[in-house]
C-alpha cells in the first residue's frame, strides 16, 4: 500500500516562512517523480513544485525564487521550504507521486498517488 503523509502546515504572518514534509511509505521512493500542489475551495488544483529522480526541479512562476523543493532518499521525505510568504499562498498543500514517465510536471493529473493535505493560512 502506498501511503504519503503531509505534515509542517500552519498560520503565518506575511512573509513568514514554513516547512513542509512529506513522508513516503510503500513503493521505490527515490524512483518517483515527486510534487507539491496546492489548492483553495472552487479553484483547481495548482502545481506548485516537482522533483525527478536525479533532482531536476520545476517551479511555479508564482513561487519562484521563493520555495524550494528538496528530497532525502534516505528518510523517503519529500520537503518544501517556503520563504517571504504571502496571502496568496494560502491554501491546503498536497505531496503526490508518480512510477511513470512524467511530461508535465506542475499538471496534477500526471499523479497518481497524493497525500491527505495540509493546510496553510498566510495573514496580512
Known amino acids: 500500500q502506498v501511503q504519503l503523509v503531509e505534515s509542517g502546515g500552519d498560520s503565518v504572518q506575511s512573509g513568514g516562512s514554513l516547512k513542509l514534509s512529506c513522508t513516503a511509505s510503500?513503493?521505490?521512493?527515490?524512483?518517483?517523480?515527486m510534487g507539491w500542489f496546492r489548492q483553495v475551495p472552487g479553484k483547481e488544483r495548482e502545481g506548485v513544485a516537482s522533483i525527478d529522480s536525479k533532482g531536476r526541479t520545476t517551479y511555479a512562476d508564482s513561487v519562484k525564487g521563493r520555495f524550494t523543493i528538496s528530497q532525502d532518499n534516505a528518510r523517503n521525505t519529500l520537503y518544501l521550504q517556503m520563504n517571504s510568504l504571502k496571502p496568496e499562498d494560502t491554501a491546503t498543500y498536497y505531496c503526490?507521486?508518480?512510477?511513470?514517465?512524467?511530461?508535465?510536471?506542475?499538471?496534477?493529473?500526471?499523479?497518481?498517488?497524493w497525500g491527505q493535505g495540509t493546510q496553510v493560512t498566510v495573514s496580512s
Open positions: 510503500g513503493y521505490t521512493y527515490s524512483s518517483y517523480q
Open positions: 503526490a507521486a508518480e512510477g511513470a514517465i512524467v511530461v508535465a510536471p506542475l499538471n496534477a493529473g500526471e499523479y497518481y498517488y
